[in-house]
């Protein structure tokens, strides 16, 4: 089996920041490269797959012999980590299994924007990874915009000192209402039976109690619940400080017939948060977005700790899977 020799590239308005590029981007030349090449490839590179996506924030695969959701799953199986499926995460999005391993990033509609967020950082468990990759390239939009959280928290400690000593004394507390049934038409439609994978009211009581959540049943069915204080910043490495929150998501974005942004995040200790400096950081995060336009077979493997992701609204078919590796778990305790 011939090896392959993929190279860094230039991609159009990467960024730089300080030693490092963002996304980092490989490129496949060999043409006739196969996917077993490929996946072989990935296997012997894999430290240094996930060294740079860690050091950069993203790498980007591009040129790869990689057409569905099964030769994804392929590649991130040749990463050698510990799969972290849909089913046993608390995202709210409605998703829907391809493999394993893949699964489609969202099935909200083409028009609701996605606004950035870590994975799951608004719950106690999310991944340390995620990798995306597009089998089908919306015909306009739909671009996955991408942020260096560790920068970010820079410019917000920067210009809203008080509120960054807020996000990291108080953390942050997240409620949502998840619907009886999933509702494909939100972006946080995901039905709480889904959610919390049970199928009674009160082995959902007995999961959110585990989960130190509080809840409370709404007269249509849907499940109200709050999530313990989780931390509005990480330190994702020695002095590598990142917004590891949803805090833009939850502020700017959780809305549909049953959730009001202005409801769904607060302190850990119950106070509000600053408005104007939640705008200003959400502005911040826009101005330092990286819009990753994607080709079919692109790849992205993501360090969730150090950058967020979102979605351009798009028009015509767009088909973008996802996997996410390695389950952490997070606590908070309020220091105030
Ligand atoms: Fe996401």
Redo the contacts with the bound molecule.
């Keep these: 089996m011939s090896e392959l020799c993929p190279v860094e590239m230039a991609v159009k308005k990467q960024q730089q920041h300080g030693d490092t590029v963002f996304p980092y981007a490989l490129v496949c030349p060999d043409t006739d490269a196969s996917l077993a090449n490929a996946a072989s490839w990935v296997n012997t590179q894999r430290a240094d797959l996930l060294n740079l996506a860690n050091q950069h924030g993203a790498v980007l695969l591009r040129g790869f012999p990689v057409t569905g959701a099964v030769d994804f799953d392929t590649m991130v199986q040749a990463l050698k980590l510990t799969n972290f499926p849909y089913g046993e995460s608390l ?1 709210n ?1 409605v998703r829907i299994n391809r493999t394993d391993r893949v699964f489609s ?2 099935e909200a509609p083409p028009e609701v924007q ?1 606004f950035f ?1 870590h ?2 950082a608004q719950t106690p468990i999310y991944p340390r990874w ?1 990798f995306f990759s597009c089998e089908i390239a919306a015909e306009q939009g739909g671009a996955t915009p991408l942020c260096r959280s560790d920068v970010l928290y820079e410019r917000i400690r920067d210009a809203q000192p008080q509120f960054a000593k807020a996000c990291e004394d108080k953390g942050l507390r997240y409620t949502n209402v998840m619907p009886d049934e999933d509702d494909a038409n939100s972006g946080m439609g995901r039905s709480w039976r889904s959610t919390l994978g049970v199928d009674s009211r009160g082995s959902a009581e007995q999961r959110l109690a585990e989960l130190e959540y509080s809840w409370q049943w709404e007269a249509n069915g849907c499940l109200k619940a709050t999530s313990p204080p989780l931390p509005a910043v990480m330190e994702a490495s020695r002095g590598r400080k990142v917004f590891f929150n949803q805090l833009i998501a939850a502020f700017s974005g959780w809305k549909d017939d049953r959730n009001d942004p202005s409801k769904a995040i607060q302190h850990g200790d119950g106070t509000p948060l600053n408005s104007e400096a939640v705008l200003s950081a959400a502005q911040m995060a826009e101005d330092l977005s990286f819009d990753l336009e994607w080709q079919a077979g692109d790849i992205a493997l993501i360090d969730n700790t150090i950058a967020m ?3 351009r609204p798009f028009q015509g078919r767009r088909k973008v899977v ?1 996997s996410l590796a390695e389950m952490q778990t997070q606590t908070f305790a309020l220091n105030c």
Excluded: F, T, V
């Design positions: 995202s999005a990033a969202n996605i967020h994975e799951m995620i992701h979102a979605r996802a």
